[in-house]
């Protein structure tokens, strides 16, 4: 019987970079100094932790072929704020900043945060420095650590929302990396050197020297308006309330979206329910969460390096086991039984209490910007310097306007009119519940369109489902340019995830509540033809629907042979 061990698997080369960044420096001040248009490999990669990717024009990439023209490259920065909160005065800031030193353009993501895409390296630093004299920030919105903390945006009355609120704050500042952020006041805002401590356990308590092996994202939500997609969250806390008052949360582990082409091994998965926690064990739980993964995550294969794999891999209850020995300290609470049961977009008017008003305004992929008629930014701009409204972003890529006072509804209205923006009530019900990502031209990862094109398939089905009489029946549909799946696409009535080119996956049998995955129903599927098998399937549907009968629910009550018998 042999004897030899087998050797661990190698780092991957990110590991490498990050073991000796000296805390995410790495030369990205050097660099920033040099004349160039863009950084080395290494700080591209350091640069995700201060929030922002270094991208290309993808557009302009046919003029690489003439002499001494190369690639066209940006930076897309991205902002940390968790439950998607901003004031007036930061909003009209980062109007501002985008008109200034990005492309003329914000875009409300579907993590609740706001993207900028288009800044040049030599505009990069001002812009960073412009976004935290608001006092926002981009630490930590992208990278190996912590993401924005999503939670319920709705300004309700309600003592669950508000705790909701508040702990999604306390969470993302508790797992703030410590020397990262002091290498971001020193390197953005120039801040003061400081040599952090020689001990990795001192320097950062929580993520250590190499950080996490991948990302991590945090959700908060109600079983009853499950609007941050939980079981899509590498750590979820499900509020549990009875009477009016929060008992505790149940504590969800192991979402997550992304797949990889040609890797069965990757794959979306929905997160498990591990236990019930008390408020005050939330933060704490968290932290235990982090360094569990910090220590058991993949660091040779980041196809394969998310806590969902941790998940499935060792299955719950060696996770339960493994969470509360060594990193909980405590016997653990089983979960709540606790169903969801319904999503609420927050769209239109609705009564905040006392005589405050929000208005939640669906917007076409997140993107707010000046096109035609349809003048969003200019409006925005307008309401909120006029009524000092202060800002949510939904985890559908919409805002939420809100603290508006009763008298000052009519010129709210009277704005929305000037500058041609739709009410919620006004659009499809597919509309309002369609999002995408940016894919083509700015995101690298993109093998397909995504935001430029979903518009003209919601058009069509629109016009689809008005001849079948099903105008107002709620379908998710939800588009990205990859199959990593930053759109959520694979728990949705209906996923289209760029394939190659002009080609999409279709994926079917998702719902509205976002507790379900849905399957492959077709692979490579031109452009072309994605709404006219959406037709014949709505057509089979409307017919042999059950009452009350969702789309998704129909196409997992059939299943993939019979749906595919239907499309001949």
């Known amino acids: 019987m042999s004897t030899e061990l087998t050797a661990p698997p190698k780092p991957s080369p990110v590991e490498g970079i990050k073991d000796t960044s000296n805390y995410l420096k790495g030369d990205i001040l050097a660099e920033l100094a040099q004349d160039t248009d863009h950084f080395t490999e290494q700080s591209k990669q350091l640069i995700k932790f201060h929030g922002t990717y270094q991208q290309e024009d993808r557009d302009a990439r046919k003029n690489r072929a003439k002499p001494g023209v190369g690639k ?122 400081v040599t952090p401590p020689t001990d990795p356990d001192v320097a950062e308590p929580i993520y250590g020297k190499l950080y996490l092996p991948r990302k991590f994202k945090v959700g908060f939500a109600l079983p009853n308006d499950n609007c941050i997609d939980i079981y899509a969250q590498c750590l979820g806390f499900l509020a549990i309330v009875e009477n009016g008052r929060t008992l505790g949360y149940n504590m969800l582990v192991g979402g997550g979206m992304g797949t990889t082409n040609g890797k069965p091994e990757t794959f979306p998965h929905l997160a498990k329910s591990v236990c019930f926690l008390t408020p005050d064990e ?34 719950v209850e060696k996770f339960r086991e493994v969470f509360a020995r060594d990193y909980f300290g405590k016997t653990l609470l089983e979960p709540k039984v606790a169903p969801i049961t319904a999503v609420d977009l927050h769209l239109g008017w609705q009564a905040q209490g006392g005589d405050k ?104 089905l629109e016009t689809e489902l008005a001849a079948l009489g099903l105008s107002d029946q709620p379908i998710s549909l939800r588009m990205t340019g990859c199959p990593n799946g930053c759109a959520r696409p694979y728990n949705s009535d209906i996923g289209v995830v760029g394939r190659s080119g002009e080609k999409y996956t279709l994926f079917v049998g998702g719902r509205i509540e976002a507790d379900r995955l849905s399957f492959e129903l077709q692979d490579m599927v031109p452009k072309d033809q994605l709404v006219p098998r959406l037709r014949t399937l709505m057509h089979h549907y409307k017919a042999d629907r059950h009452p009350s009968e969702g789309f998704g629910d129909y196409c997992t009550r059939l299943g993939k042979p019979a749906l595919l018998s239907l499309l001949g």
Not at 140 to 159: E, H, I, K, Q, W
Not at 287 to 309: C, M, P, Q, S, T
């Open 72 to 193: 066209a490259y940006m930076m897309m920065l991205r902002l940390r704020m968790p439950g998607g909160l901003m004031t007036a005065a930061q909003y009209l800031a980062l109007d501002e900043i985008c008109e200034k030193y990005a492309n003329g353009t914000l875009r409300f993501t579907t993590r609740q945060s706001v993207q900028l895409h288009g800044v040049l390296k030599g505009n990069l630093k001002a812009t960073i420095a412009g976004i935290n004299e608001t006092l926002l920030s981009t630490i930590s919105a992208c990278g190996d650590v912590n993401r924005n903390v999503m939670s319920c945006p709705a300004p309700l009355a309600d003592a669950a929302r508000k705790q909701m609120q508040d702990l999604a704050l306390q969470v993302a500042d508790h797992l703030t990396p410590v020397a990262g952020k002091q290498s971001y006041i020193e390197m953005w805002l120039n801040g003061k050197s």
């Open 282 to 315: 939330v933060v704490f739980a968290s932290e235990a969460v982090i360094k569990l993964f910090r220590d058991h995550g993949n660091r040779a294969d980041r196809k394969r390096a998310r806590i969902k794999y941790v998940m499935h891999d060792w299955g």
């Open 357 to 460: 008003w929000f208005l939640g305004i669906s917007v076409e992929n997140g993107r707010v910007k000046d096109d035609g008629v349809y003048r969003l930014r200019s409006a925005l701009r307008a309401i909120v310097a006029k009524v000092g409204c202060n800002i949510r972003v939904t985890a559908q890529q919409d805002v939420l306007l809100c603290d508006i006072a009763t008298k000052d509804r009519p010129a709210v209205d009277s704005l929305l009119n000037e500058y041609g923006v739709p009410r919620a009530e006004n659009l499809s019900m597919v509309q309002k519940w369609s999002m995408a990502c940016p894919a083509i031209p700015t995101c690298p990862l993109a093998i397909s369109e995504s935001e430029r094109f979903l518009p003209g398939v919601v058009d069509q």
